[in-house]
């Protein structure tokens, strides 16, 4: 069964940390992608990855930074957390036919 | 790059039909349709290549209109499971946006029995 697997359900951070949100999928998939998703916003692209190593920024690319060093991981980072990224952070891979496969979400709380 | 998806919000009764509309201001690679419960992660409903594509998933179908650049997705005979958030992803060919989905900001979907 596809799996996409993010590493935390729900965290809580305090302005000015690093935070890490992990991304793991077992399906072989060369693109990965990080979305954010605020009410009323919409699903907004922050980085995605078309290869190991290889990466584009999205909409709204500030404040973050990713990494692939594996095929199977893309990794989520925030420098320094902010308070207005308090938000819930989706990661997806895509299936060569063009489908996206979601994990369950990350819900990040900056205080 | 965002595409406009309307109406932000439906609420219907079960077995009633509802339509729910997405528009591009740039011309269409693909258009993919999403639905998420409350608490769940998106999950793929269809992917639309070809202007003038249609296609079905059990009481759901939606059309490409390429020259129109938008999308229409269908819900016939509603039921409860149909609730959720609608959402519609686009991509768009070649230049700086290849291999991105945009995707709109959802259409609230509430099925009452």
């Known amino acids: 069964d596809v799996k996409v697997t993010q590493s935390s359900r729900y965290l809580v951070k305090r302005t000015g940390e690093k935070v890490f949100l992990e991304c793991v999928q077992d399906m072989d998939h060369e693109n990965m992608f990080w979305y954010r998703q605020d009410p009323g916003l919409g699903l907004r692209l922050i980085y995605f990855?078309?290869?190991?190593?290889?990466?584009e920024k999205g909409d709204i690319p500030e404040g973050y930074s990713v990494s692939r060093e594996k095929k199977e991981r893309f990794s989520l980072i925030l420098e320094s957390a902010s308070t207005n990224q308090t938000s819930m952070y989706l990661c997806a891979s895509r299936h060569p036919l063009g489908e996206l496969f979601f994990g369950e979400g990350s819900r990040l709380t900056v205080l | 790059q965002q595409p406009v998806q309307s109406p932000q919000a439906v609420i219907l009764r079960e077995g009633e039909d509802a339509v729910i509309n997405c528009s591009s201001s740039?011309?269409?690679?693909?258009v993919h349709w999403y639905r998420q419960k409350h608490g769940e992660a998106p999950v793929f409903l269809m992917i639309?290549?070809?202007?003038?594509e249609q296609k079905g998933h059990e009481k759901i179908s939606a059309s490409f209109n390429e020259k129109k650049q938008q999308s229409s997705l269908y819900l016939t005979a509603s039921q409860l499971s149909y609730s959720g958030t609608y959402f519609c992803?686009?991509?768009?060919?070649?230049?700086?946006?290849?291999?991105?989905?945009?995707f709109g900001r959802g259409t609230q979907l509430t099925v009452w029995p």
């Open positions: 740039k011309a269409l690679y693909s």
């Open positions: 990855s078309y290869d190991v190593k290889m990466k």
């Open positions: 639309l290549l070809k202007g003038g």
């Open positions: 992803g686009t991509a768009f060919r070649g230049g700086s946006t290849l291999g991105r989905l945009y």
